[in-house]
């Protein structure tokens, strides 16, 4: 299989330093889209292995979610019902000597949307629950979340603005090759440029490790990470003595090689809940979410990549995430 011949050629390359050839480009920068999970760092999912020196890979996405999610108890509850877009501009540096550079640049705009009635009568279609949305007003926002009769948390409709801005740093210790697990570990930042005050960010500095290994397997690519974040939690949830919990997260995703240029991706992504603290079912669960997606490549080092979230854990992650990217990724192995 050609794959594979290409990948011997590189192994004597993938052996002798950490800053070589990523193996594939690896699983898709998708994450929860949850209101409250959006104030918090993450580290988006990416192979193992680090771009060459010099190398630079650019992404523009964008991640359209809605949402219908409620929980009470005698003193706290949530409600988060609307749609969400996220779109950014991510981009990754090789810096050499097995290090790497990430950094994103992320939009979100809030509205009531226009899925409400296409997502009742899927569920209808297919009998699926659909955690009452049937019986609430339709294409209407209101996210918020309550504790002992204070505000701690709400973010506005109809907003359009810059969220909290991601740094990270990757380093490879353990390259991968044919048959061989890769290993990188990361440490990120991500700077309180979002406004707290009307929910796009926290107003403090998130702190995040992680790492991540990925097996390359002729045809097949698999991917498993883990991290963590010391997450912030905004103004009002400060003034009412309500922390927003850390984050910890793990995922697994396999990338299939159909044919040149075109890969089948599935991620399977788990976290806990930043607002876990409220104290009932649903808010404090964790959160489990399934992507089934592909990438194809349109010309040279230029692809599009799309995928579908589904939620594994009623009534508390995002129904349904619709996620696109155009994508720029030199320095892949070749397929």
Do not use: K
């Amino acid at each position: 299989m050609h794959e594979v011949g290409g990948a011997l050629v590189l192994v004597g390359c993938l052996l002798s330093a950490c800053a070589t050839q990523p193996q594939r480009r690896g699983p898709l920068p998708v994450r929860n889209q949850h209101p409250a999970q959006l104030t918090v760092l993450h580290q988006d999912s990416r192979p193992a292995d680090t771009l060459p020196a010099g190398i630079v890979t650019g992404r523009a996405t964008a991640a359209y979610s809605s949402l219908f999610l409620s929980g009470a108890n005698t003193t706290n509850a949530f409600l988060m019902d609307g749609e969400i877009l996220r779109a950014s501009l991510q981009t990754r540096i090789g810096l050499g000597g097995g290090f790497e550079l990430a950094a994103e640049l992320p939009v979100v705009y809030t509205t009531g949307g226009f899925l409400d009635d296409f997502l009742i009568d899927y569920h209808d279609l297919f009998g699926l629950p659909d955690q009452g949305r049937a019986d609430a007003p339709r294409d209407q926002f209101n996210v918020f979340a309550d504790y002992q009769g204070l505000r701690v948390f709400e973010l506005r409709d109809d907003t359009l603005e810059f969220a909290d801005v991601p740094l990270s740093l990757a380093f490879c210790p353990l390259p991968s090759s044919p048959g061989v697990p890769g290993l990188a570990v990361r440490a990120a930042v991500e700077l309180p440029t979002g406004d707290e005050d009307i929910g796009i960010g926290n107003g403090e500095l998130d702190v995040g490790f992680g790492a991540d290994a990925t097996l390359p397997l002729a045809d097949v690519t698999i991917h498993v990470g883990v991290q963590h974040t010391f997450a912030g939690s905004p103004r009002a949830a400060r003034d009412a003595r309500f922390d927003f919990a850390d984050v910890t997260a793990a995922e697994a995703g396999v990338e299939i090689h159909l044919q040149d240029g075109l890969a089948a991706i599935a991620q399977l992504q788990w976290e806990t809940s930043t607002l876990r603290y409220l104290g009932f079912e649903r808010v404090a669960d964790d959160q489990v979410l399934l992507w089934i997606g592909a990438r194809l490549r349109l010309d040279g080092d230029w692809f599009v990549e799309a995928s579908l979230g589904e939620d594994l854990q009623a009534f508390v992650s995002p129904d349904v995430t619709f996620w696109l990217s155009m994508a720029w990724l030199p320095g892949g192995r070749g397929e």
